[in-house]
């Protein structure tokens, strides 16, 4: 049994991403923010209070990348997880420490300003996070194994809505790379999912 708690203005949206290409029967639980996601039964799930969350047979798992993970390693035979796992894991990680952090941090307006600070971040810039990325994928069509895995859910995912909201600079190989992932019937079929569960505009 697979229950996914999540909100569609999440990060959420990965997950039903990698949930579609699971392609197993789930259960939907969509939590309003404020008090839904603070409530006693909640937070004995996520202790931090937030979506998404995904609960397997009793097994509780939280944080996009290792959820993602997790399903890919729980059902093999979906294909989903790299043979290549020291790349996989090594580009997962990327995307969950080195490119979640500076896309945050300069959404917020913060930079470092001397070469100290930026190799105190651990990231040191955006647009080196940037160029890393890109390196990788101008060589590689997909993140590991030359093929779809489930770390092209999540860096895919990331890459998408970071040229859509313009807080990853675009350039011509990170938007290849988006367009070969983009008409995934997956992919497709959770962004339909969790737009209908959108509150009605105003």
């Known amino acids: 049994m697979l229950t996914f708690y999540t909100n569609p ?8 991403w990698m949930l579609e290409e699971i392609g197993e029967p789930y259960e939907t639980v969509v939590l309003d923010y404020g008090p839904p996601m ?14 998404p969350t995904l609960v397997h047979d009793g097994a509780v ?6 959820i993602c993970t997790y399903l890919a390693q729980a059902f093999p035979a979906k294909g989903l997880m790299a043979k290549d796992i020291a790349t996989f894991y090594r580009w997962m990680f990327f995307g969950a420490g080195p490119l979640e952090q500076a896309v945050v941090n ?4 913060w930079q470092a300003k001397t070469p ?5 971040t651990g990231y ?9 990325l890109t390196g990788h994928l101008e060589k590689h069509d997909y993140i590991a ?28 190989t990170l938007a290849a ?17 969790d737009d209908a569960l959108m509150p009605p505009r105003t």
């Open 9 to 16: 203005m999440s990060r959420g949206r990965m997950v039903r």
């Open 38 to 51: 603070k409530s006693p039964d909640y937070l004995a799930l996520n202790p931090m209070g937030k979506v």
């Open 61 to 66: 798992v939280t944080e996009v990348p290792a």
């Open 106 to 109: 300069t959404s917020f307006g």
């Open 116 to 120: 100290q600070e930026a190799g105190r």
């Open 124 to 132: 040191g810039s955006l647009e080196a996070v940037t160029a890393a």
């Open 145 to 172: 194994d030359g093929r779809f895995t489930a770390a092209d859910v999540y860096l895919g995912s990331q890459v998408g809505w970071g040229m859509m909201f313009k807080t990853i600079p675009a350039n011509d």
């Open 177 to 193: 790379y988006w367009a070969r992932l983009q008409p995934r019937p997956a992919r497709i079929a959770a962004a339909a999912r």
